[in-house]
């Protein structure tokens, strides 16, 4: 049976070595993201699992009456693991979190839904489905091995989608690439390097395009703080890269933004937003941005590119034409991805009446804040 323990000095020093950069690793278990958690009032929690599993928890206690909740953000990572094992991690942390009085603990490990010895595993270990802690519960997956190249991977792109992006190229829109790990060989062909110090006010001009996107959407965001302060830590840890396309000079008007995740052998689309006055003259902008994450996806030599999710709540499932997120799945799926169905998030409950009670005890402190 697998045990889980808390991590040593030396464990935390190659923490994101195991937990991020492994296959199928995820940015949401690194140090840079339990560090900005434990800001907002977390209790990061870095345990190992006797196989040699890194597991991030971030846990809150109630109020008051003792115990808490924990939430293993997109973990465990599977590095190098089959689905039954993976299952075993996680409940080798959740043992490991009950015995230290947490009541609740919930993960969404990004497992296909097709691995049912995964499943089976936590299902029987006590763990029932919930709704999703983040955005989406499946995502779009373009897989870059059998030999893709960047000519192959452009082929496989629909007609409309190629023109868009053969178009802005044309017509000179620039692609910023702020990443923190641009060595002394440039950014790369297709890519301009951003001015010195620009990286700050770039995420909060991003912010801004977000805000709009969302509100054409019906997607909402939370404080500007938060949000530009993680997007700083995670770029400064090297886990977090901002395409920026800009009009050319003279004017070098911003026109749309998109940001990576780099984890797990992968690159993920977290967030992307354009102008939408903008579109009648650059159409394409967003295209290109797409096109030059997968290019640089593939000279990382990257398994995939994640081409993010379309599901929402009430509806994880492929989008139906008609519905809000039709356009963004077919853009999507015009770069060649392919819908990819997960587990989904779950949870077990070790003490139920402490936890209704400890969510009742969290809600009256809220109120009183106020």
């Excluded at 356009?327 to 997960?342: D, M």
Aim: hydrophobic share 45%; charged share 25%.
């Amino acid at each position: 049976m697998t045990s889980a323990r808390a991590a040593t000095a030396a464990e935390l020093v190659d923490w994101d070595a195991w937990a991020v950069d492994a296959p199928g690793g995820h940015v949401y278990q690194s140090q840079a993201w339990a560090n900005h958690r434990a800001r907002s009032g977390w209790r990061p929690r870095h345990l190992v699992t006797d196989d040699g599993g890194r597991v991030l928890a971030l846990e809150r206690r109630w109020p008051l009456i003792g115990g808490g909740s924990a939430y293993i953000p997109r973990g465990p990572a599977p590095a190098g693991v089959d689905g039954a094992a993976l299952a075993a991690r996680q409940v080798a942390a959740a043992d490991a979190l009950a015995d230290d009085g947490i009541d609740v603990v919930a993960a969404d490990p990004e497992v296909p839904a097709s691995d049912a010895a995964f499943g089976h595993a936590i299902r029987t270990a006590g763990f029932a489905p919930i709704d999703e802690l983040q955005p989406s519960r499946h995502r779009i997956s373009l897989p870059l091995t059998d030999g893709v190249d960047e000519m192959l991977a452009f082929g496989h792109i629909a007609k409309s989608t190629r023109q868009r992006v053969r178009a802005a190229e044309s017509s000179g829109l620039v692609v910023l690439r702020h990443d923190g790990r641009i060595g002394s060989e440039g950014p790369g062909d297709g890519f301009a390097m951003p001015p010195a110090d620009a990286d700050a006010a770039a995420l909060d001009r991003f912010y801004d395009l977000l805000l709009a996107t969302g509100e054409r959407r019906r997607f909402t965001f939370g404080p500007r703080a938060g949000f530009v302060a993680w997007w700083q830590a995670a770029l400064a840890a090297g886990h977090l890269i901002y395409l920026e396309v800009r009009e050319p000079a003279p004017t070098e008007a911003l026109l749309a933004g998109l940001v990576l995740y780099r984890h797990g052998g992968r690159l993920s689309t977290v967030h992307s937003g354009d102008r939408a006055e903008t579109r009648q003259a650059h159409p394409g902008a967003l295209h290109l941005a797409r096109w030059r994450a997968i290019q640089l996806a593939i000279r990382e030599s990257c398994t995939e590119m994640d081409l993010g999710g379309a599901d929402v709540a009430g509806a994880r499932r492929e989008p139906l034409e008609g519905e809000p997120m039709w356009g963004l799945y077919q853009h999507k799926r015009s770069f060649g991805g392919q819908w990819l169905e997960l587990t989904g998030a779950h949870e077990r409950i070790t003490r139920p009446t402490r936890y209704a009670a400890g969510r009742v005890a969290t809600r009256v402190a809220r109120l009183v804040r106020r």
